[in-house]
């Protein structure tokens, strides 16, 4: 039953080869634009580091919204934490706080890589501070709603990969739909509160405006209660 439990709590969570890999990974893509702008005469501008950067850790934050609860189901636990005591909300808490962690560790990872740019060339081109702000909401933003829209998909399919692949499709697909929708007078409006028009490209160069973070964030307060009511069924196959 302890090991069991362990599954509920954050360390083994955020210290995985997934992580450590797709963090290497995402530190690769942003030196690979610092070497072209040192060495390679390359035009790119400083948001490319992060941008670069982020290309990875995107998909870091994808698994880990699925994984998180997709583990339960993996391990079969599902059931047994759901009876442990603790209340529904604090087990979405624990795991949303997981995502958070990890949100904040990869936007400093980030910033990290960029004020390695800005010391490489020996010059600041932005202000740090309002970068890193930049990043950290950014990521926070963004993880909050994986968080909610990945626990839904892994609560209704109960297969981690599948969910991995849903979700990303789910993002990949709604760029173009909603390019579609922009093309019409009375949907193009609308599109600007729906996150999936805006979500990926806002935190990938991690310039969320105050709207498009209030709207991310009620949909995403939506999706979790959603998901709190998922989480009260009687049982889990």
């Known amino acids: 039953m302890k090991n069991r439990f362990k599954i509920i709590f954050l360390k083994q969570d955020l210290v995985s080869v997934t992580t450590v890999v797709l963090w290497f990974l995402s530190f690769l893509s942003g030196f690979s634009i610092i070497f072209s702008r040192s060495y390679l005469s390359g035009g ?3 948001d490319n580091v992060y941008a670069m950067f982020s290309m990875f ?4 934050l994808i698994y880990m919204s699925v994984q998180l609860f997709g ?25 949303l706080a997981v995502m ?23 010059q ?16 926070v933003t963004y993880s909050i709603f994986l968080f909610a829209l990945g626990s839904l998909i892994i609560f209704l399919i109960k297969r981690t990969l599948h969910a991995f692949i849903t979700i990303f499709l789910i993002l990949k697909i709604a760029i173009a739909l909603m390019n579609v929708l922009s093309s019409f007078e009375f949907t193009s409006y609308l599109i600007n509160y729906i996150p999936l028009s805006f979500l990926e490209d806002a935190f990938s160069f991690a310039r969320y405006t105050p709207k498009q973070v209030i709207v991310t964030l009620i949909w995403s307060a939506i999706m979790l209660g959603v998901l709190s009511m998922l989480y009260r069924k009687r049982a889990y196959k």
């Open 44 to 46: 790119f501008r400083v």
């Open 124 to 139: 600041l081109e932005v202000n740090l501070l309002i970068v890193f702000g930049q990043l950290l909401l950014a990521y």
């Open 71 to 95: 583990k339960e189901f993996n391990y079969r636990t599902i059931n047994s934490i759901r009876i442990c005591g603790r209340s529904h909300w604090e087990i979405i808490v624990r795991k």
């Open 57 to 60: 850790s995107n998909y870091l």
């Open 100 to 122: 958070l962690v990890l949100a904040i560790l990869t936007a400093s990872l980030s910033f990290l890589t960029l004020l390695s740019d800005q010391l490489i060339f020996n």
